[in-house]
């Protein structure tokens, strides 16, 4: 569950050490992870089995899921030079993929994704050497971009944890959040995460 402490926290630590956490699983609650496919929860990328061990071999995959909706990573250099080389002006270029001619150029700049269903569109025009178009998504090199839930959720772990320690800990425990923020000093309260991970950060 995208909800639950582990996955709260492993994207606190992921924030922290500025690092992409994988999270391999052939189901996210209920719901099975498809090949072939990164979902997106929390920040956290989720991948199956089946595409981990792809990954390990050098195929990356090149369709991701967010919020329940499918996208494709385009090479944006790829796409305006395949346009032109086909002679289609970016006009007919978005009346093909049935996009406005502003997001055609996000495309064509690196703006945006594209669905899925536009995505399999390129195909329609630029045959097999869509191919060429339609990046691979490496999650390996994914950056991390900071998370404000992640100062919110201090907060909430701070609560709990001065609810389970005796008065004198509880007071030093606030002593020293206090002093990080007050010297803004980028941190994550664990409950869950390894002692020594942790501290290695």
């Known amino acids: 569950s995208k909800r639950s402490a582990a996955i709260s926290e492993l994207r606190a630590l992921s924030w922290i050490v500025e690092v992409n956490s994988i999270v391999v ?3 996210i609650g209920d719901e099975k992870t498809l090949d072939g496919v ?23 995959p090149r369709v991701y ?23 289609i002006s970016v006009n007919r270029a978005a009346q093909l993929l049935h996009v406005s001619t502003i997001m055609f150029r996000k ?22 050497r869509a191919d060429e178009v339609i990046a691979p998504i490496d999650i390996l090199k994914e950056g991390i971009k900071p998370q404000q839930s992640v100062l919110q959720a201090n907060r909430r772990v701070l609560n709990e944890m001065v609810k389970k320690y005796n008065p004198k800990t509880a007071k030093r425990l606030k002593l020293i959040v206090d002093l990080l923020d007050r010297h803004d000093v980028k941190y994550a309260l664990l409950s869950n995460a390894p002692t020594d991970i942790a501290l290695r950060s």
């Open 107 to 128: 495309y064509e700049r690196g703006e945006s994704d594209m669905s899925i269903d536009t995505a399999l569109k390129l195909y329609e025009i630029f045959g097999d």
């Open 25 to 27: 699983s052939d189901y």
């Open 65 to 87: 899921e967010f919020n329940g909706e499918f996208y494709a990573r385009i090479d944006s250099k790829k796409l305006k030079k395949l346009r032109e080389e086909m002679s």
């Open 38 to 60: 990164v979902h997106i929860r929390s920040g956290i990328t989720i991948i199956s089995r089946s595409t981990f061990n792809r990954i390990l071999a050098g195929e990356f």
